[in-house]
């Protein structure tokens, strides 16, 4: 299908400037996950519900099967491999979804926590229930989001400096 | 699920984005959002041969207010809307919608004029405008025209809207300083359509109401003005008796589809639920 008219896009993964041809109807999933072998995100309902393929792009966490990617060019975006600390160490989000055992299968995982980023980004101490309406568009099967919601709590802690108390059951 | 082949336009302007639309017709649709045009392409229930993206028109976005009109721009996102602080202070109706459409990431994204256009019947902002009495701007290579919300909607997905217009703004004269509100929304999970829902506004005075205005969602294949049963409640004290007669002048304009969110009957006794809470909830938020 080479008659096919290629655009040509640039943009900034993970801090790394990109420049590729594509197809207008090339989904920003696919490019990221073909071209770019980002597979940290996920390819989960296809229909904009689950939230497993959400990444960053310029400072809104978004559902990557739900555009094109022609409509990211000239952003910044960041996926689940771009989210560890510059010197590799595990980001707090991370080392909260370790700590609190917020991943079971682990398919959610890396849209949970691109989507939690984002949320202590623009809440950095959020309520129990602010924390279950931020992450309203990210699904998991496993988890009863319990341990998602602990580990998201333990990373503002972390973050804010505070020390993280578990709520009694 | 990939989308069919499509040419991919990113006017800058307006004008040069209607042009296009002009030379393909039918062929061609805007791109505001894109989530709900993406989906269907995905699905290929649509196929537009051309797509002219509107995401590089900066004139399409922003909110602005002159004398007692606000005006949205069509690209202005929810994630926008929500974060307003004119719209919170004068129309807080609007923020109130907004967080109970879709999730956090859609509405980042998703636009209002993107929501009001599509004429699809589940969508929230269409029974708000039509309630809030907004118009929308129309824009074709003829120039502007504005199309009151209440006349717009035709059936589900057909709309005044031509092939060669985009839908640039949206108009709301702005309810009177302490006026009451509430976007009631039954639905069965967050992302979901409405079951049923309803939009309120109204003023009181003293104990009277001083106007109100009803629109229901999803349980037709429109957006629903209900004004008869705002003429019922405006001039009431809310009375047990007129509440209940103006329930049922909103029921009664219903059509809801039996499907998954339950039978035609049960939409429609919740429209009236819905109907019944907004106004609840309206009266005791109005400064009399």
Redesign the interface.
């Known amino acids: 299908m080479s008659d096919?008219?290629q655009?040509p896009v640039t943009m900034t993964v993970n801090g790394k400037k990109v420049q590729r041809f594509v197809?207008?109807?090339t989904?920003l999933i696919?490019f990221l996950r073909e071209e770019l072998n980002l597979t940290g995100p996920h390819i989960g309902c296809?229909?904009?519900?689950c939230?497993a393929c959400?990444v960053e792009m310029n400072g809104?966490?978004?559902?990557s099967c739900?555009?094109?990617a022609?409509?990211a060019n000239a952003a910044e975006l960041t996926t689940i491999e771009g989210m560890a600390n510059a010197d590799g160490t595990l980001s707090a989000l991370q080392e909260g979804f370790r700590q609190m055992h917020g991943l079971q299968c682990g398919f959610c995982t890396p849209g949970m926590i691109t989507?939690a980023h984002r949320?202590l980004q623009e809440n950095p101490n959020p309520t129990e229930d602010e924390i279950r309406?931020?992450i309203?568009?990210n699904l998991c099967r496993c988890t009863g989001y319990q341990n998602i919601v602990k580990a998201i709590q333990y990373a503002a802690a972390k973050l804010n400096g505070t020390e993280f108390q578990e709520a009694a059951e | 699920?990939?989308?069919?082949?499509?040419?991919?336009h990113?006017p800058s302007s307006v004008a040069e984005a209607v042009a296009i639309l002009a030379n393909h017709g039918d062929e061609a649709r805007p791109?505001s959002g894109?989530?709900s045009l993406?989906?269907m392409?995905?699905l290929r229930m649509a196929a537009p041969e051309h797509?002219v993206?509107l995401?590089g028109i900066a004139a399409l976005k922003g909110i602005s207010e002159d004398g007692d009109t606000i005006t949205i721009g069509a690209m202005t996102t929810q994630?926008e809307l929500i974060g307003s602080d004119l719209l919170s202070a004068k129309l807080p109706i609007i923020r109130e919608t907004a967080l109970m459409i879709?999730?956090?990431?859609?509405r980042?994204?998703g636009t209002l004029g993107g929501n009001v256009a599509n004429g699809d019947p589940g969508n929230d902002m269409p029974a708000l405008m039509q309630c809030l009495d907004a118009s929308y701007v129309l824009t074709g290579p003829d120039g502007d025209r504005q199309v009151a919300a209440r006349a717009f909607y035709e059936a589900a997905y057909f709309t005044a809207l031509a092939p060669e217009e985009i839908l640039t703004s949206i108009r709301i004269p702005v309810p009177a300083a302490g006026h009451g509100y509430a976007y009631e929304k039954l639905k069965r999970k967050?992302?979901d359509y409405a079951t049923a829902a309803a939009a309120i506004v109204l003023t009181m005075n003293g104990g009277t109401v001083g106007m109100c205005s009803v629109a229901l969602t999803n349980v037709a294949d429109t957006p629903l003005f209900a004004s008869e049963a705002g003429d019922i409640l405006t001039g009431s004290t809310l009375d047990a008796a007129t509440v209940k007669r103006a329930v049922a002048a909103a029921e009664a304009i219903t059509q809801p589809a039996s499907d998954g969110r339950g039978p035609a009957e049960y939409r429609t006794k919740m429209a009236g639920v819905m109907v019944e809470r907004a106004l609840a909830r309206a009266a005791e938020r109005a400064r009399s």
């Open positions: 096919i008219e655009i197809e207008a109807r989904l696919h296809e229909t904009s519900h939230g959400t809104m966490s978004v559902k739900t555009l094109f022609v409509q989507r949320l309406m931020g309203s568009g | 699920m990939i989308p069919g082949v499509f040419t991919y990113r791109l894109g989530h993406i989906p392409m995905k797509l993206d995401g994630h879709a999730d956090p990431q859609i980042y994204v967050v992302g």
